[in-house]
């Protein structure tokens, strides 16, 4: 199982980016996914998640508004659209798959995690 998470760089403040997550190794059209990030000395944190029929969406409170979480199962890939971004964004974000039930916010319930890649928001 790997997630390729890919889309990242570099943007000036109220741009936008589309992270992009892509799974090999195994079809993920009926698990969750979500996105997370994480800063140098903080714990990684909750941006996003869409269920496994792709019908409910969760967002963390920072991003609502502006982040959007979509699928395409036929891709075996999950998007996250990144708009007015804003420089507390900066960070590098990570996807992973979460296999069971449990809380879609927590790090703990996910099952596998990809590389991450680096979003930095210039002011």
């Known amino acids: 199982v790997q997630l390729q998470a890919s889309g990242g760089g570099l943007v000036q403040a109220r741009g936008s980016l589309r992270l992009s997550c892509a799974a090999s190794?195994?079809?993920?059209?009926?698990?969750?996914m979500g996105w997370f990030r994480q800063v140098p000395g903080k714990e990684r944190e909750f941006v996003a998640a869409?269920?496994?029929?792709?019908?409910?969406?969760y967002y963390a409170d920072s991003v609502k508004g502006r982040f959007t979480i979509s699928r395409d199962t036929a891709k075996n890939t999950v998007y996250l659209q990144m708009n007015s971004l804003e420089p507390e964004d900066t960070a590098v974000y990570f996807c992973a798959v979460k296999y069971y039930s449990g809380s879609y916010y927590s790090t703990s319930t996910y099952n596998y995690w990809g590389q991450g890649t680096q979003v930095t928001v210039s002011s």
């Open positions: 869409i269920s496994g029929s792709g019908r409910t969406t």
């Open positions: 190794g195994r079809t993920f059209s009926s698990d969750a």
